[in-house]
């Protein structure tokens, strides 16, 4: 049966570019995870199979394991389509954005969670292209809400900033308490 290029087919014979390259990194962290359990978890004595520490993280990973080395062999058996540095080069651009949240945690005992909260949200929304004054503005109120939402409300534990010294007494309690 001739297969109609307007629908999509369920098995497809050729391999999309970078699916081998993906291929390869997902069985090199699987096998690299699975090399560790022995040293990242223990055994308890008079414990049953399933009460293990071990037992449900190595499971995991050996399934993790096969399915990645299947689908490594499924890819590399499957026709080669062009353009697989560039697909490889896209995910390499999107690592710019784990180095900005980085930054951004980094940047919290500095200026503290309010500021470089605000400053991240900010940012991203120009990095993203967005330029319009409803935009900054949205993401300024993102950026609040967020704030309250972990600072007081979830009552999460984040340090305040060294900036937060320069403030006085009664202002810099609210800063370090709620922002």
């Given at each position: 049966?001739?297969?109609?290029?307007?629908t999509?087919h369920v098995?497809?014979?050729?391999?999309?570019?970078?699916?081998?390259?993906?291929?390869?990194?997902?069985?090199?962290?699987a096998?690299?995870?699975?090399?560790?359990?022995?040293?990242?978890?223990?055994v308890?004595?008079?414990?049953g199979?399933?009460?293990?520490?071990?037992?449900?993280?190595l499971?995991?990973?050996?399934?993790?394991?096969?399915f990645?080395?299947a689908?490594?062999?499924?890819?590399?058996?499957?026709?080669?389509?062009?353009g697989?540095?560039?697909?490889?080069?896209?995910?390499?651009?999107s690592?710019?954005?784990?180095?900005?949240y980085?930054l951004?945690?980094?940047?919290?005992?500095?200026?503290?969670?309010?500021?470089a909260t605000?400053?991240?949200?900010l940012?991203?929304?120009?990095?993203?292209?967005?330029r319009?004054g409803?935009?900054?503005?949205?993401?300024?109120?993102?950026?609040l809400?967020?704030?309250?939402?972990?600072?007081?409300?979830?009552?999460?534990k984040?340090p305040?900033?060294?900036?937060?010294?320069?403030?006085?007494?009664?202002?810099?309690?609210?800063m370090?308490?709620?922002?």
């Amino acid at each position: 049966m001739e297969h109609d290029n307007a629908t999509p087919h369920v098995f497809p014979e050729a391999r999309r570019p970078g699916e081998l390259f993906y291929s390869l990194i997902f069985l090199a962290t699987a096998l690299a995870l699975l090399s560790m359990i022995f040293w990242q978890t223990s055994v308890l004595p008079g414990k049953g199979f399933a009460a293990q520490p071990r037992t449900w993280p190595l499971i995991s990973l050996v399934g993790m394991t096969l399915f990645a080395f299947a689908n490594l062999v499924a890819t590399s058996r499957s026709a080669r389509t062009p353009g697989r540095w560039r697909e490889v080069v896209v995910w390499i651009r999107s690592l710019e954005h784990v180095g900005w949240y980085l930054l951004y945690v980094a940047a919290i005992p500095a200026v503290g969670y309010l500021g470089a909260t605000l400053a991240f949200c900010l940012f991203m929304t120009w990095r993203a292209g967005y330029r319009s004054g409803l935009a900054f503005a949205a993401a300024a109120s993102f950026a609040l809400f967020v704030v309250l939402l972990f600072k007081s409300l979830f009552n999460v534990k984040i340090p305040g900033g060294a900036v937060y010294e320069y403030l006085p007494d009664t202002l810099r309690y609210i800063m370090i308490r709620y922002f």
